[in-house]
């Protein structure tokens, strides 16, 4: 009864103190806006040079509850192992900025990413948070996915369980999976819209 009340606690702050909404040029159905981020292991990637492949781009923040939830149970990285497997390309993004709570430089990220046994494509660095505020990231995870043709072809929740419990993960319907399946079969993506949850992205003042 305790956890349960401290898990509702947690949601109900993270929840709360999500960032608002932001004045997004990224729109369901549309041309995914191109960007440029630093990369952790090195160097610059485009979004454009991934064109012709399907992207996912996962908003992170190490310290979020929710965050913690997908990779301390392991759903965040059998998900992008399996997703990548599939020639998907899945680009995780830190859009905390320098001062704020999750801001990590490229070491740093690269750290977490070992611990966590994350297997991103590429980790990116967004501390300026304008390709947050350009896709309107909100929370963390705030999920995308883009398809071949470079439209975005899915925004929103990882899930539809907004508990920051483990053990909710299980039997939970699956957003971003249910949208790459759908892609890779060149089928429509059934539910392309949905409200992320998540703890509320740390952008600079």
Same mark, same amino acid.
């Given at each position: 009864?305790l956890?349960n009340?401290a898990?509702a606690a947690?949601a109900v702050?993270?929840?709360?103190t999500?960032s608002?909404?932001?004045? $997004?040029? *990224?729109?369901v159905g549309?041309? +995914?806006p191109d960007?440029? @981020?630093?990369?952790?292991? #090195?160097?610059d990637k485009? &979004?454009?040079?991934f064109a012709?492949?399907i992207?996912?781009?996962?908003w ?5 509850p929710f965050v913690?939830k ?8 059998g ?5 990548t497997?599939?020639?998907?390309v899945?680009?995780?993004i ?5 001062g704020k709570?999750?801001?990590e430089?490229?070491?740093?990220a690269? $750290?977490t *990413?070992k611990?966590?046994?994350a +297997?991103?494509?590429?980790i @990116?660095l967004d501390?300026k #948070?304008?390709v947050?505020? &350009?896709?309107g ?17 899915y925004a929103?929740a990882?899930d ?12 939970a319907k699956n957003?971003?999976?249910d949208?790459?399946?759908a892609l890779?079969?060149g089928?429509p ?6 409200k ?6 740390k952008?600079?003042?």
């Open positions: 009864m956890k009340l898990l947690v702050f993270a929840l709360a999500a608002p909404v932001m004045a $997004a040029t *990224a729109a549309e041309k +995914a960007f440029t @981020l630093p990369a952790a292991d #090195g160097g485009a &979004l454009s040079s012709g492949k992207v996912v781009l996962e992170h923040n190490k310290g979020c913690r997908h990779y301390e149970s392991g759903n965040m990285q998900l992008q192992k399996e997703l497997a599939k020639d998907v899945w680009l995780t830190n859009s905390s900025a320098p709570q999750g801001n430089n490229a070491g740093e690269l $750290a *990413a611990s966590d046994g +297997a991103s494509t590429h @990116l501390e #948070g304008e947050g505020k &350009l896709y990231a909100t929370t963390t995870p705030h999920m995308f996915v883009i398809d071949k043709e470079g439209k975005l072809a929103g990882i539809d369980n907004a508990s920051p419990d483990q053990e909710t993960i299980k039997g957003y971003v999976r949208a790459v399946e890779v079969a089928k993506v059934e539910v392309a819209t949905t992320s949850y998540g703890c509320g992205v952008y600079a003042d």
